[in-house]
């Protein structure tokens, strides 16, 4: 008989565990959810109304450099994202002046629009993560 009631309890115990570790997790996630919030709200609050757009606003890459005038850019904060840089030394350093030498600390988005494949013209990402 022991058997069978220990059987019959650990489902009980099982979502009891369950029930608790949500809980637990629920409540460290709304205080990190308001932490962030938080952070958010002192950051836009620093920011000048130029570095907000500039948070928008987005560039093409140069090629393999970085021209003076895009480094000035970066680091006045009036930009927050490259398109088509694939030089990781030349990403690495733009995150460097974007982090290290700008203002306010924010790191650019950087991304690729890849239409047909990166050095290659089929298949389209779109198509393969469609398959």
Not at 43 to 57: D, H, N, P, Y
Not at 65 to 94: A, C, F, H, Q
């Amino acid at each position: 008989m022991t058997g069978i009631r220990a059987t019959r309890r650990a489902p009980h115990l099982a979502l009891a565990l369950i029930s608790w570790l949500l809980l637990v997790c629920g409540t460290l996630s709304a205080a990190t959810d308001a932490d962030v919030e938080a952070r958010v709200s002192a950051l836009l609050g620093k920011m000048t109304l130029a570095e907000k757009i500039g948070q928008m606003s987005q560039l093409n890459g140069a090629e393999g450099k970085i021209p003076d005038g895009l480094r000035e850019t970066i680091r006045r904060g009036r930009i927050g994202s490259i398109l088509n840089e694939v030089d990781v030394d030349v990403v690495n350093e733009m995150q460097h002046v974007a982090v290290e030498e700008s203002r306010l600390g924010i790191p650019l988005l950087i991304g690729r629009d890849v239409v047909h494949g990166f050095r290659t013209v089929l298949p389209i990402p779109l198509g393969l993560a469609a398959t």
